[in-house]
C-alpha cells in the first residue's frame, strides 16, 4: 500500500514538509485504539534467531533506525512498533540550533537516493532528554551526538562531552558523529590526533557512572584504505566498542540525476541506493582489516532484504536504514527480518 499509495502522494510535496506531517500522522493513528496493535501485527518480526548481543546489549533484531530521522527524540515510542530492534535519534547538540538554510533536503528519485544539508538541525539537549524520559523501554535507544556549529574548535570536545554526560542515563549507546559533512569546521574532527582526545575524554566521563554505556563512531564512507586504517587503529588504541558504517557521502559519481539537478541542488551529503556498494565495500576492508575484531552497524543504501544481507555478510554485526525506508515503506523491516530467518 506505502508504494503504490503513499509514497506516490508524499512525493508530489517538500521532503521535508512530508517528514514532518508524516511525523503527526504516525503519532496521531497511534493514538487511535487498536492502531498500535494494527502496527505490530503487521511489521513486528519475532524469532530467537533475530536476537543479537553486542557491546553488553541484547537486540531483538539487528535492523535498526538511523540516526537523522527521529532527531529530537519524538516517535521513537511510536516507531518502535513497526518492527525495528533499536533506534537511534538525534544528531543532539547541546544547544537547539534551525540547521541551514532552507531548502536542504532533496530527493533524487530516478538513482532512489536522498541529497541533505541539513546541518544538525535540532531542538537540543534539553528537548531530547524531555522527550527519552517518556520512553516505554519498547527497544534499544541509542544517542548520536555533536557538537553545536557555532562552537569554536577549542570547545568542541566539551559540546561532546555535555551531551554525553546529560543523555547517560537515557540512552544505551552513544555514537560519536563526526563525519556529517554538513557542518562547519568539519577538519578537525577528521583528524587522528583530536579523535583520539575526544573518545578519550568521552570514555573518562564514562567512568565516572555506576553503568558505562558502548561508545561507537560514526565515519564517512568517502575514506580511503590509508584513512580506514587508521580507523582500525584508532578502535584498537583506544578500545571503542565499535563503529557505524557510514555516514553521507560527497562522491556524485554514477549518478542517473542530471548535472543540471545537480549543480541545483548543490552541495550536501548524499545517501540511499547510490553509495550501497561504497558502504558495503568500507564495512569489508574494516572486517577484513581489523580480523572482525569489533562490531560494525553497516548502513547506507539498504533498500531491500538482499542489500542488508549484502551489509551483514561484508561484516555487518547490525544493520541501520534511513533512506530505504523512506522509498520502501515500513515493510521493508519486516523483509529484512524475515529473510535473515530463512536464511537462519
Known amino acids: 500500500m506505502y508504494k503504490l499509495f503513499l ?35 503487521l511489521y513486528v518480526v519475532k524469532g530467537a534467531k533475530l536476537k543479537r548481543n553486542l557491546f553488553g546489549l541484547t537486540f531483538k533484531n539487528p535492523v535498526g533506525l538511523a540516526a537523522g530521522f527521529d532527531k529530537n527524540a519524538l516517535l521513537y515510542n511510536e516507531l518502535a512498533d513497526f518492527g525495528f530492534g533499536f533506534i ?36 537540543g539537549l534539553e528537548a531530547a532528554i524531555s522527550q527519552l524520559k517518556k520512553n516505554k523501554g519498547k527497544l534499544i ?7 553545536n556549529t557555532s562552537t569554536k574548535p577549542e570547545d568542541y570536545t566539551k559540546d561532546y562531552l555535555e551531551c554525553f554526560n546529560a543523555l547517560h542515563p537515557y540512552v544505551d549507546y552513544f555514537v560519536l558523529n563526526v563525519s556529517c559533512p554538513n557542518v562547519g569546521s568539519h577538519a578537525k574532527l577528521n583528524d587522528k590526533d583530536y579523535l583520539e582526545e575526544l573518545i578519550g575524554a568521552v570514555q573518562n566521563a564514562n567512568t565516572t557512572f555506576e553503568k558505562q554505556k558502548p561508545i561507537l563512531l560514526k565515519i ?5 584504505e590509508g584513512q580506514l586504517d587508521e580507523i582500525v587503529e584508532l578502535v584498537a588504541e583506544t ?11 560527497m562522491d556524485r559519481s554514477d549518478l542517473k540525476a ?5 549543480d541545483t541542488i548543490g552541495h550536501g551529503g548524499l545517501s540511499g541506493q547510490p553509495i550501497k556498494d561504497k558502504s558495503t565495500k568500507v564495512i569489508k576492508y574494516l572486517s577484513d582489516k581489523s580480523n572482525k575484531s569489533f562490531p560494525i552497524i553497516g548502513v547506507g543504501g539498504i533498500h531491500s532484504a538482499k542489500d542488508a544481507l549484502e551489509k551483514i555478510d561484508a561484516g555487518a554485526d547490525l544493520v541501520q536504514i534511513y533512506t530505504g525506508f523512506i522509498y520502501e515503506g515500513p515493510s521493508l523491516v519486516k523483509q529484512i527480518n524475515k529473510g535473515l530467518l530463512k536464511r537462519a
Open 220 to 224: 564517512a564512507p568517502d575514506l580511503n
Open 7 to 41: 509514497r506516490p502522494l508524499f512525493f508530489l510535496f517538500d521532503p521535508e514538509k512530508i517528514h514532518y506531517f508524516t511525523f503527526s500522522l504516525i503519532k496521531f493513528t497511534s493514538k487511535i485504539p487498536g492502531f498500535t496493535a494494527i502496527f505490530r501485527s
Open 141 to 147: 535507544i541509542g544517542g548520536n551526538i555533536g557538537k
Open 239 to 249: 578500545k571503542l566498542d565499535g563503529v557505524i558504517a557510514g555516514n553521507t557521502s
Open 258 to 262: 542530471s548535472k543540471e539537478l545537480l
Open 88 to 123: 537511534e535519534i538525534g544528531t543532539v547538540t547541546p544547544k537547539g540550533q534551525a540547521g541551514n538554510p532552507k531548502k536542504r533536503l532533496f530527493r533524487l528519485k530516478d538513482d532512489q537516493g536522498i541529497i541533505n544539508r541539513m546541518g544538525f538541525n535540532n531542538e
